[in-house]
C-alpha cells in the first residue's frame, strides 16, 4: 500500500458532505485505503494498519488540527512494542505525512509550499505516485511538548507533538475568538483585529463604565494576561502575568494576514514571542505582524530558543492552543525542539 488516508467526517468541512470518504477512495484507486475516524480514539488503530501495511504516505484530510493528531497518535503508536526496529518505514521515524489543506489557517501547508484543495492534492500525489516521478520533500522541525492536566482533581501526565502553539495571553485569547465564530476565515482574522483596535479606546478607559454593549469589554478581553510562571532556556522570565506567551517550530502565516516566528526556520530552533507589553504596544506591532517582522517593544521577548516551560500560577489553569487544538486544564507545559517531520511538497494544477 503506498498511500492512507483518514478523514474526519464530523469536521466542520465535511459535515454535509457524507460521501466525502468515497469521493476521496475514488482518487486514492487501489494505491491506498481511505477510512474515516469519527473520534481521536479511531485513529490510532487505522495508523497501525498503515505501518502494518507499509504506507508510504500517510494523509490528512484536513488542516493543521488534522495533521496534529495524526502526528501525535502516530508517535504514540511508533513507541509499540509490534513497531520498534522493524526497519526504516516502520521504525521510530515517520512516514511522510501530508495534510490536504481545507482548515481554516492551513499554516503547515502553506509554510512548505503545499499548493491546491483537498482532492486536487491527493490526485496530485496519487499521479505521481502511479508513475514514479520523484516527489519533492521537505523535513520541518516539529516541538515535543510535555505536559500536565488537571482531570477530575488528579494531575494527569501527556506528551504532544506539534509546530506552533498560542499558550497564553493574546495570541490565546484571539484564537478563542476566532474559533467562537460560525465561519473561522481570513476575513475573520481581520475582524477579530478590528474589533480589538476600534473598542480599545473604549474598553480599556474609563468609557468601559459607560453602557455601551460588547466594546466596553472586547478589547480588554482580548488583552487580559495570563498568570503563569515562564522559563526560556532555564532562564526564569520576571512576572507571574503575561499578556502574550506564544512559541513555533516553523514560521506560520494566518491567512496572509499576519507572519510571526520567522526566526524557527533555523533547524533545531524554536521561536518564542513572550512578555508583558502593554495592549498599545501590541497594537503598534500589528504593522510588524502583518509583514513578519520582529515583535519590538519594551517588555517583549521574540528570540530563537531550545527549551520553554510555563506553569499556572493563579485559580485558572491553562488553556493552550496547539496547531489550532485546544488542550484545557492544563497546569504545566514544557516545549523542547522535536522530531523532524517529512512532508511531501504537492503542488496540485490549478483548476482551468
Known amino acids: 500500500m503506498e498511500i492512507g488516508v483518514i478523514t474526519n467526517p464530523n469536521s466542520r468541512k465535511n459535515r454535509n458532505r457524507p460521501d466525502r470518504a468515497d469521493r476521496l477512495r475514488r ?13 481521536i ?5 487505522v495508523l497501525r ?23 501525535r497518535m502516530g508517535m504514540e503508536v511508533l513507541q509499540e512494542d509490534e513497531f520498534l526496529g522493524q526497519g526504516p518505514s516502520a521504525s521510530r521515524a515517520l512516514p511522510m505525512t501530508l495534510p490536504t489543506k481545507g482548515g481554516t489557517i492551513d499554516f503547515v501547508a502553506n509554510n512548505v509550499g503545499i499548493e491546491g484543495d483537498a482532492e486536487g492534492i491527493l490526485a496530485t500525489l496519487r499521479r505521481n505516485v502511479e ?4 516527489i519533492e520533500e521537505t523535513e520541518v522541525d516539529s516541538m515535543v511538548i510535555d505536559g500536565v492536566q488537571v482531570i477530575d482533581g488528579a494531575e494527569v501526565p501527556f506528551r504532544t507533538y506539534g509546530f506552533a502553539s498560542a499558550a497564553g495571553g493574546v495570541g490565546q485569547r484571539f484564537y478563542a475568538k476566532y474559533y467562537d465564530h460560525p465561519d473561522p476565515s481570513p476575513r475573520t482574522i481581520m475582524k477579530v483585529i478590528a474589533n480589538t483596535v476600534v473598542s480599545a479606546p473604549i474598553a ?7 453602557p455601551l454593549g460588547a466594546w466596553t469589554s472586547y478589547a480588554k478581553d482580548m488583552f487580559e494576561p495570563t498568570s503563569c510562571r515562564v522559563t526560556l532556556d532555564g532562564m526564569k522570565l520576571p512576572g507571574d502575568r503575561f499578556t502574550g506567551v506564544h512559541i513555533a517550530s516553523m514560521s506560520i502565516n494566518l491567512g496572509n494576514v499576519l507572519r510571526f516566528f520567522g526566526k524557527a526556520d533555523q533547524p533545531g530552533l524554536m521561536n518564542a514571542i513572550v512578555g508583558t507589553p502593554s495592549p ?39 488553556a493552550p492552543i496547539i496547531d489550532g487544538e485546544f488542550y484545557r486544564d492544563v497546569k504545566k507545559l514544557a516545549f523542547r525542539v522535536g ?10 494544477p490549478k483548476a482551468a
Open 280 to 318: 498599545w504596544g501590541i497594537i503598534r506591532n500589528l504593522p510588524r505582524m502583518a509583514r513578519g517582522e520582529e515583535m519590538r517593544g519594551r517588555n517583549v521577548l521574540d528570540r530563537p530558543c531550545r527549551e520553554m516551560q510555563m506553569e499556572a500560577t493563579g485559580d485558572d489553569l491553562l
Open 339 to 348: 522530531p523532524r517531520v517529512r512532508i511531501p511538497k504537492v503542488v496540485a
Open 204 to 210: 480599556l478607559s474609563p468609557l468601559s463604565r459607560l
Open 49 to 71: 494498519e498503515f505501518l502494518r501495511k507499509r504506507a508510504r504516505f500517510w494523509v490528512a484530510d484536513g488542516g493543521d488540527g488534522a495533521l496534529h493528531w495524526m502526528l
Open 41 to 45: 480514539e479511531s485513529i490510532k488503530p
Open 27 to 39: 482518487i486514492v484507486g487501489d494505491l491506498g485505503e481511505v477510512h474515516t475516524t469519527s473520534s
Open 131 to 134: 508513475r514514479n516521478t520523484h
